[in-house]
């Protein structure tokens, strides 16, 4: 099993930046891919970023440009650099990662609890 434990969300300006971290423990594999995706009130969650262990990366189209996603393997843990933040960031920001827990067995995602990121004036 794998434990997702996230920090950093919180209420911002238009404009303004938040840095989410995401540590993992527990039983983590050696390739795996982190990231972050996100849910407003009404609508479906979302991918945001993620990076692969060896740093491959993949952006949501509406947040390129503005969002950069990173991670300490040494540290297990991920981290989402937003900057220029817009009303429409503001969702619940849920960790993920993805790794095969055994060799030759169907992909697991684990979850992280979330972490409102509010951008209002």
């Known amino acids: 099993q794998v434990q997702l434990v996230e920090s950093g969300g919180g209420l911002v300006q238009p404009g303004g930046s938040l840095r989410l971290s995401c540590a993992a423990s527990?039983?983590?594999?050696?390739?795996?891919?982190m990231g972050w995706y996100r849910q407003a009130p009404g609508n479906q969650r979302d991918l945001v970023a993620t990076?692969?262990?060896?740093?491959?990366?993949n952006y949501a189209d509406s947040v390129k440009g503005r969002f950069t996603i990173s991670r300490d393997n040494s540290r297990n843990t991920v981290y989402l650099q937003m900057n220029s933040l817009k009303a429409e960031d503001t969702a619940v920001y849920s960790c993920?990662?993805?790794?095969?827990?055994?060799?030759?067995?169907?992909?697991?995602?684990?979850w992280g609890q979330g972490t409102q990121v509010t951008v209002s004036s």
């Open positions: 527990g039983s983590i594999a050696s390739m795996n891919a």
């Open positions: 990076m692969t262990r060896s740093g491959s990366t």
């Open positions: 993920n990662l993805q790794q095969r827990d055994r060799p030759w067995t169907p992909i697991s995602n684990y």
